[in-house]
Protein backbone atom coordinates (compact mmCIF):
# COMPACT_ATOMS: atom_id res chain seq x y z
CA UNK A 1 0.00 0.00 0.00
CA UNK A 2 1.52 3.07 -1.17
CA UNK A 3 1.22 6.43 1.54
CA UNK A 4 -1.49 8.09 -1.56
CA UNK A 5 -3.78 5.08 -1.53
CA UNK A 6 -5.50 7.07 1.94
CA UNK A 7 -5.86 10.83 -0.05
CA UNK A 8 -8.88 11.25 -1.64
CA UNK A 9 -9.50 10.43 -5.03
CA UNK A 10 -9.95 13.74 -6.87
CA UNK A 11 -7.12 15.25 -4.77
CA UNK A 12 -4.07 16.28 -7.55
CA UNK A 13 -0.88 14.75 -6.60
CA UNK A 14 2.78 15.66 -8.53
CA UNK A 15 5.14 13.16 -8.42
CA UNK A 16 8.28 11.93 -10.14
CA UNK A 17 6.66 9.35 -12.36
CA UNK A 18 2.94 10.68 -12.45
CA UNK A 19 0.24 13.44 -12.15
CA UNK A 20 -3.51 12.76 -10.97
CA UNK A 21 -5.41 15.13 -12.17
CA UNK A 22 -8.67 16.10 -10.27
CA UNK A 23 -11.70 16.02 -11.73
CA UNK A 24 -13.00 19.63 -10.94
CA UNK A 25 -10.74 22.67 -10.35
CA UNK A 26 -11.18 26.70 -10.97
CA UNK A 27 -8.79 28.81 -11.81
CA UNK A 28 -8.58 32.15 -9.86
CA UNK A 29 -6.47 34.82 -11.09
CA UNK A 30 -4.74 36.11 -7.78
CA UNK A 31 -5.79 39.62 -9.13
CA UNK A 32 -8.91 38.50 -7.75
CA UNK A 33 -7.75 37.10 -4.58
CA UNK A 34 -6.04 40.00 -3.88
CA UNK A 35 -8.44 42.15 -4.54
CA UNK A 36 -10.22 44.58 -2.02
CA UNK A 37 -13.38 43.28 -2.53
CA UNK A 38 -12.26 39.51 -2.65
CA UNK A 39 -10.16 40.66 0.79
CA UNK A 40 -13.12 41.82 2.41
CA UNK A 41 -15.70 38.80 2.38
CA UNK A 42 -16.00 36.74 5.12
CA UNK A 43 -13.51 33.64 5.05
CA UNK A 44 -16.70 30.94 4.64
CA UNK A 45 -17.85 33.40 1.58
CA UNK A 46 -14.58 33.23 0.35
CA UNK A 47 -14.58 29.46 0.79
CA UNK A 48 -17.75 29.25 -1.03
CA UNK A 49 -16.92 31.57 -4.08
CA UNK A 50 -14.14 28.80 -4.74
CA UNK A 51 -16.88 25.81 -4.74
CA UNK A 52 -19.01 28.03 -7.02
CA UNK A 53 -16.01 28.46 -9.05
CA UNK A 54 -15.19 24.83 -9.11
CA UNK A 55 -18.87 24.12 -9.70
CA UNK A 56 -19.17 26.52 -13.15
CA UNK A 57 -18.44 23.54 -15.96
CA UNK A 58 -15.55 24.99 -18.14
CA UNK A 59 -16.71 28.51 -19.32
CA UNK A 60 -20.54 28.47 -18.80
CA UNK A 61 -21.61 31.26 -17.04
CA UNK A 62 -24.60 30.04 -15.55
CA UNK A 63 -24.66 26.79 -13.53
CA UNK A 64 -27.85 24.89 -11.37
CA UNK A 65 -26.44 24.27 -7.87
CA UNK A 66 -28.56 23.24 -4.62
CA UNK A 67 -28.30 24.40 -1.51
CA UNK A 68 -27.79 20.49 -0.61
CA UNK A 69 -25.14 19.75 -3.35
CA UNK A 70 -23.56 22.89 -1.47
CA UNK A 71 -23.91 21.47 2.27
CA UNK A 72 -22.78 18.17 1.16
CA UNK A 73 -19.33 19.41 -0.84
CA UNK A 74 -18.49 21.99 1.70
CA UNK A 75 -19.51 21.76 4.89
CA UNK A 76 -20.75 24.83 5.77
CA UNK A 77 -24.68 24.94 7.75
CA UNK A 78 -27.41 26.50 5.65
CA UNK A 79 -27.18 29.75 7.59
CA UNK A 80 -23.65 29.99 6.47
CA UNK A 81 -24.43 29.12 2.65
CA UNK A 82 -27.16 31.20 3.02
CA UNK A 83 -25.21 34.66 3.89
CA UNK A 84 -22.18 33.80 1.83
CA UNK A 85 -24.29 33.78 -1.07
CA UNK A 86 -26.01 37.42 -0.44
CA UNK A 87 -22.67 38.52 0.38
CA UNK A 88 -21.10 37.26 -3.01
CA UNK A 89 -24.22 39.07 -4.83
CA UNK A 90 -23.82 42.46 -2.63
CA UNK A 91 -20.37 42.51 -3.50
CA UNK A 92 -20.93 41.77 -7.07
CA UNK A 93 -18.80 38.45 -7.49
CA UNK A 94 -22.33 36.32 -8.28
CA UNK A 95 -25.84 36.79 -9.73
CA UNK A 96 -28.45 34.17 -8.82
CA UNK A 97 -31.85 33.08 -9.34
CA UNK A 98 -33.76 31.29 -6.81
CA UNK A 99 -35.25 27.79 -8.52
CA UNK A 100 -38.42 27.73 -7.02
CA UNK A 101 -40.03 24.76 -5.56
CA UNK A 102 -40.24 22.77 -8.77
CA UNK A 103 -36.19 22.86 -9.72
CA UNK A 104 -35.20 22.42 -5.60
CA UNK A 105 -31.94 24.99 -6.71
CA UNK A 106 -30.26 27.69 -7.79
CA UNK A 107 -29.58 28.82 -11.28
CA UNK A 108 -25.82 30.84 -10.69
CA UNK A 109 -24.00 33.34 -12.70
CA UNK A 110 -20.26 34.07 -11.82
CA UNK A 111 -19.26 37.18 -13.36
CA UNK A 112 -16.52 36.03 -15.65
CA UNK A 113 -14.53 39.18 -14.78
CA UNK A 114 -13.41 37.80 -11.40
CA UNK A 115 -12.19 34.52 -13.48
CA UNK A 116 -10.42 35.84 -16.27
CA UNK A 117 -6.81 35.33 -16.51
CA UNK A 118 -5.78 37.53 -18.91
CA UNK A 119 -6.54 40.97 -16.96
Do not use: C
Request: no cysteine; glycine share 6%; proline share 4%.
Amino acid sequence: MSPQDHLPEDLLILGRSRVERNRHFALIPETTLLSKQFRELRPNSRLLFIYLAVRRKGKDASFAYSYREILRDSGMVFRTISRGIKQLAKAGFIEYEHGGLMLNHNIYYIDPGWLDVRK
